[in-house]
T-cell receptor, first 111, second 114 residues
Framework: LAKTTQPISMDSYEGQEVNITCSHNNIATNDYITWYQQFPSQGPRFIIQ???TKVTNEVASLFIPADRKSSTLSLPRVSLSDTAVYYCLVGEQTGGFKTIFGAGTRLFVKA | DSGVTQTPKHLITATGQRVTLRCSPRSGDLSVYWYQQSLDQGLQFLIQYYNGEERAKGNILERFSAQQFPDLHSELNLSSLELGDSALYFC?????????????FGPGTRLTVL
């Protein structure tokens, strides 16, 4: 499973756009990039998934450069309710892996 | 509502005891995952089952075991409990085995070991 690196935490203000970048240098050809959101004491929730270029849904956008060694989750005009932990997940299951989710990025949105 | 149910919601027990956590996956999902999340920690993958068979193992202690039944519900058994086992235990399900498949998480079981 490709290792991912994300910032531990980020702060933002309401109404701003937030970009969270994830590095995944060892991404394989068949790997997709998936982002999850987790609120305190709740299970993670799927946000978006992509393979290359750009993907957009009603919640976020995902930008993936041509080399696919990183990806950026973009949250437009965040609100207080976007305060959560965001996990970047990359890779095809090969069996025997230790963890699926890394430490994630703790986003704190201030008024 | 993800469609994944977990029981019980809360569990308080003593050290040395044994507990069983139950998970019912989303209708149609064949794969079940178990995760442990201690206070302010990330999600630790424990084990995955697919259609009744163990598919992958993570950092699951020998004191812990799991199984998936023919009706696809799963149980996580925790024995000889220690204070450090206190955590939120999440179950997730997906349609297949790939990590690329969207995982739907249940509300979790909060285990407190006293």
């Amino acid at each position: 499973l490709a290792k991912t690196t994300q910032p531990i935490s980020m702060d933002s203000y309401e109404g701003q756009e937030v970009n969270i970048t994830c590095s995944h240098n060892n991404i394989a050809t068949n790997d997709y990039i998936t982002w999850y959101q987790q609120f305190p004491s709740q299970g993670p929730r799927f946000i978006i998934q992509g393979y290359k270029t750009k993907v957009t849904n009603e919640v976020a956008s995902l930008f993936i450069p041509a080399d696919r060694k990183s990806s950026t989750l973009s949250l437009p005009r965040v609100s207080l309710s976007d305060t959560a932990v965001y996990y970047c997940l990359v890779g095809e299951q090969t069996g025997g892996f230790k963890t699926i989710f890394g430490a994630g990025t703790r986003l704190f949105v201030k008024a | 509502d993800s469609g994944v149910t977990q029981t019980p919601k809360h569990l308080i027990t003593a050290t040395g005891q044994r507990v069983t956590l139950r998970c019912s996956p989303r209708s149609g999902d064949l794969s079940v995952y178990w995760y442990q999340q201690s206070l302010d920690q990330g999600l630790q993958f424990l084990i995955q089952y697919y259609n009744g068979e163990e598919r992958a193992k993570g950092n699951i202690l020998e004191r812990f075991s799991a199984q998936q039944f023919p009706d696809l519900h799963s149980e996580l058994n925790l024995s000889s409990l220690e204070l450090g086992d206190s955590a939120l235990y999440f179950c997730a399900s997906s349609v297949a085995t790939s990590v690329n498949n969207e995982q739907f998480f249940g509300p979790g079981t909060r285990l407190t070991v006293l």
